[in-house]
């Protein structure tokens, strides 16, 4: 209304004074016309109507040939819905079979006229029953979420971006029809139980318990009304909890309760709900919700007509309403539509996997309706393969000579090649590759003998020092593996993870307090212990009875900053081809490596073992030049 700035004003026009225009483009001089036909299609839905001097809707025919014609309806949906353009359609092939046949079109008088209709719902929408159903939708919709949280490909900007694309969707009847027989027995619809999944399915995408989604609503249940062409449909919201893990039959008794409440109050306009409702109006995502589910039962549009041969033609979506909707009819047993998405979030390749994910759940739903939504199974066949199998199908060999040998025994082999060159190298001090596996292999001796062995952890907590190296070779020496500890972390964490790991021993260095680990495991200070076994008479016998390597040779754990620390086990042959075959770093002998790396930060796994295990030296850079390099 130009008079009153906001509010929308209502013209008809008459009859006469409406324009109307059918033109003709004739495409038949181009060799394939198709690729015309799809341009001129996307372009006429693209373009803007002007709601201030109309028309509304537009028109034309192609003519490909002789023969072959492509009709084009494009109506503005302020004047149209999907069961108008049935109704149009249908009285479109009246219009067409009563002028073939030379007889007077068959159409029913309307009792109603849209307008009527807009008068009534306006003087209802002020009256008690109004405020009995706006109370619903807003004790219904207290609480909800802003909105779902998706896994996104992109993040969410300033607003929706509204460029859109498709997915096909399809449930054949095999799969659809374990579903009809569960939905009866649960006393729902098909759109109930579909309603089910759709919730389930996002919101253990989302990992979230309180889904939210829009449905269109035909908002024809009264007679009059349904051979009118008009704007009819309605959004409603519809909330589906999974809280308290229900089974699939559970489930679907929620989305049956929730269903029919919403169409009890199904009057109500959607934007009068916003209104009501008032949640964040921020510009990132849409009000109340942001996916869409609809399950499409309007009347069929396609007829058959004298001398013609009718077929639909499906076009790309170029835009989006929402980030996601799922639009599905049944047909044939089965369900066919398909998804409409926002591309500035989601890529096609991910919507196509929640596609698959929503039909191997109703399959599971349909034969497990006991048991938790959340505990059956989402991936299909061919992608569960592929996360299984495929993905960790990484197994390589190791490099050539190494196979079969655990890390003492390739550091043992380097030994006997050049016992002389420097193995350690910590402020100025050097020590060979023939030391460090004496010392290694004579500490090896005294660990067994305070029970160190084979699948026994060892916590070992140092700083970087060639006591710790020798410390490292020397529990694998004995068969056990270690569990490289921070000196600067609390007495808390470390006592936790000495308990986690099951550590049977604990070598420290000499300073550190043995009150500051946990009580009952022993506790012996490094440098004494390594003096020790140096000090016994004799050559000690080499380790025998390893455990291979595949056994574990370390527990690194994380930083806990997600919860608890986690324990990550690396074994013998996964240090050695990360440390012989990266690809990326080539060292050998003559070479010098530097130490870095915190002893408990899983960095200074790669540094020690690439050493080590290739015959350069192992350099440990003091504190003070790593915090000021230069």
Partial sequence: DPDRPGLALQQIAPPESAPFAFPLIDLSGLPDPDPEVRRL?????????????GPLARQSLLRLDDQTHVVLFCQHHSMSDGWSISVLIREVAEHYTAFVAGREPRVPEL????????????EWLSGEEFDRQIRYWTDQLAGIPPFLDLPTDRPRSNGPSYRGADVPYAAPPEVIEPVKALTRGAGATLFMTLLAAYGALLGRWAGQDDIVIGSPIAGRHRAEVENLIGFFINGITLRVGLGGNPTARELIGRARDVTLGSYAHQDIPF?????????DRGLAVRPLFNVLLGLQNTPESWLTLPGLKLRSENLPTQTAKYELSLVVSESNGGLYGGWELDIGLLDPATVQRLSGH??????????????PVADLPLLPAEEEHQLRLEWNDTARALPSGLAGLDL????????RRTPEAPALSFAGHEISYGELHRRAVRLAVVLRGLGVGPETAVAVCSGRSPHLVVA???????GGHYVPLDPSHPQERLAWLIEDSRAVLVLTEDRKDPRDFQDGVRVIGLEKLIDQALGEEGAPPRATGRPGVSALACLIYTSGSTGRPKGVGVTHSGIARMACDSGFLEVGP???????????FDASTFEIWTALLRGACLVGIEKEALLSPP
Avoid: C, K
């Fill in 408 to 415: 003492p025994e390739i550091v043992a082999r380097q030994a």
């Fill in 271 to 279: 934007n009068l709900v916003v209104e009501a409702m008032q949640p």
């Fill in 111 to 122: 009792p109603v006229q849209y307008a009527d209709f807009s008068a009534w719902q306006r």
């Fill in 358 to 371: 929503l039909t191997r759940l109703l399959r599971e739903m349909a034969a497990n309706p006991d048991r």
């Fill in 590 to 600: 003559g070479d010098r490596m530097g130490h870095v790396a915190n002893p408990a």
């Fill in 472 to 478: 490292l070779l020397g529990i694998l020496e004995a």
């Fill in 41 to 53: 299609a996307i372009a006429d839905g693209l373009r803007p109507f002007d709601l201030e001097v």
